[in-house]
């Protein structure tokens, strides 16, 4: 939470452990999840301005979920 709060865009987020940013589909789709822990996620959607081709434009999100989705 420290991590996504503390950021500028999605971009700033790693794709690398830890926090191993990554976009989800299926039941989530459109969202993207951040590991907090060996199972448990963040899951946010962006919210406000921004262009889904470029994560840099998204500024603001919600949390939809936080825990084990698997």
Do not use: Q
């Amino acid at each position: 939470m420290v991590e996504l709060s503390s950021v500028d865009d999605l971009s700033e987020i790693s794709t690398s452990p830890p926090p191993i940013r990554h976009k989800l589909t299926g039941t989530y789709e459109g969202c993207w999840a951040v590991w907090y822990s060996k199972n448990d996620r963040i899951v946010f959607r962006p919210i406000g301005e921004y262009n889904i081709e470029d994560i840099k434009t998204i500024k603001e999100i919600i949390i939809i979920f936080v825990g084990d989705y698997h």
